[in-house]
């Protein structure tokens, strides 16, 4: 059984920065693609982020040039560093292991609130 542990959420004011975590088990991060998906109230989850075995990423337009994901194969962890943060982006997010067209694997999520 993977697990999915992501880290990092919390309470910032708008402008701010946040650096979420997810730490996999086993070497799964190092084999497959990764994601980043947020879910905000009354919402459809969607991708925010993702990142190749090999470190290529791609991003939603509506966070690009803001939001910059990476892996760390040693730690077998991948990390979302959120930047200039708007209340937009207020969300639950998503650690994901992606295989083909879907989702092998998801995180339990953590809750980034971005409000004055």
């Known amino acids: 059984q993977v697990q999915l542990v992501e880290s990092g959420g919390g309470l910032v004011q708008p402008g701010g920065s946040l650096r979420l975590s997810c730490a996999a088990s086993?070497?799964?991060?190092?084999?497959?693609?990764m994601g980043w998906y947020r879910q905000a109230p009354g919402k459809q989850r969607e991708l925010v982020a993702t990142?190749?075995?090999?470190?290529?990423?791609n991003y939603a337009d509506s966070v690009k040039g803001r939001f910059t994901m990476s892996r760390d194969n040693a730690k077998n962890t991948v990390y979302l560093q959120m930047n200039s943060l708007k209340p937009e982006d207020t969300a639950v997010y998503y650690c994901?292991?992606?295989?083909?067209?879907?989702?092998?694997?998801w995180g339990q999520g953590t809750q980034v609130t971005v409000s004055s």
């Open positions: 994901a292991v992606i295989a083909g067209a879907g989702v092998l694997y």
């Open positions: 086993g070497s799964i991060s190092r084999i497959y693609a």
């Open positions: 990142i190749t075995s090999g470190g290529n990423t």
